[in-house]
């Protein structure tokens, strides 16, 4: 008995510096993992998956591009190495292999399916349009063959920043996105009635493009909101989440999830030509990262934050022309991967987080 009260009394004593940022459940922390990692010969992806796991991700979001599994038009017959999938040929091989490497390094997945090929783009020479409109029921049936090929993948992102010109090059976009993600939706759930809908990453003043989407109609169709705060302050980015929690109580979605799909403080400082306003050196690039988890553990509950992915794992650091490309917590040269400081920080603070 006196054993147990000393324990009691010394958690009422325990500083609220030691309890502040309280314990994550598992797979709530995650990275991106792209670039280099599933696309040059020179990384093996396997290796930094299990890297990635023992530094504590627990989740990991990859992309998943149309283009690069279905690459013939409707009716070709196809290739050797692919599959008729209604009359598309389809090769999984790419996915798979994202698959395989995840569930041996026991991450969970998030893929975001995005990026139309050539046969299905609003403007076929731009590898970032959006799909053309009698090309939709195409990607929802892409998406229902993925949730029922992949059935322990229980979340799937419909498309990335509708409401930004990188990754929906054709503005505004909401309108014609909100058709995309109704079909979407009915394909996933019909594939697997588990699965969640997550709704595309929203950037930018993501509050107003979410009360968009609401007056679009598409609140049945998804099941968890995603956002990519970029912003130089860890408040403001708190403030973003704030102000979209708002949009989804007015609409009658306060319990609904929210996923950030992308946080990042590139390391890109007096590195690139046009600086997007947030960019630290590489130690302000840790900081920043253990401050922001830290924050976001801290808002959990209160704002229901379902999982945080640091944008991204790997990255080239070496265009001039965009800030994000010094993103990683790696770095890839184009011959070795070296780490930077902010691996460690995610180390660390992960092992605070989920001990």
Known sequence: ?????????GALLMPAAATEARRVPPG?????????????????????????????????????????????PPGTQAPPGYVDVDGVPTSFARVDAMMTAATQANLRVLPVVLRPPTWARAAPTDKWSPP?????PRYAGF??????????????????????????TI?????????????AATAIRTANPRAQVILAGLSDRSWTALAALYRLGVRRSFDAVALNPFTSKIKDVIGVLERNRRVMAANGDARKPLLVTETTWPSAWGQVKTPYGYE????GQAVKLRRAMLAYARQ???????????????????????P????GLRRFDGARVSSKPALGAFRRVAHRLER
Do not use: C
């Open 1 to 9: 008995m006196r054993v147990l009260a000393l324990a009691l009394l």
């Open 28 to 72: 709530f922390l995650g990275v991106m993992m792209d670039g280099p990692v599933f696309d040059s010969p020179a990384v093996d992806a396997r290796r930094e998956l299990r890297l990635a796991a023992r530094t504590g991700v627990g989740s990991i979001r990859v992309g998943v591009y149309w283009d690069l599994a279905q690459p013939y």
């Open 132 to 136: 053309r409109a009698d090309a939709y």
């Open 143 to 168: 998406l229902h063959a993925l949730a029922q090929r992949y059935p322990q993948i229980l979340e799937w992102q419909v498309w990335n920043e509708p409401s930004a010109p990188y990754f929906w």
């Open 171 to 183: 503005q505004p976009g909401l309108r014609a996105y909100a058709a995309l993600l109704k079909q």
């Open 280 to 283: 630290e050196t590489e130690s």
């Open 300 to 322: 959990r509950r209160r704002l229901r934050i379902a999982q945080v992915f640091w944008y991204t794992w790997m990255s080239g650091d070496s265009n001039p022309d965009y």
């Open 324 to 327: 994000f490309d010094w993103s």
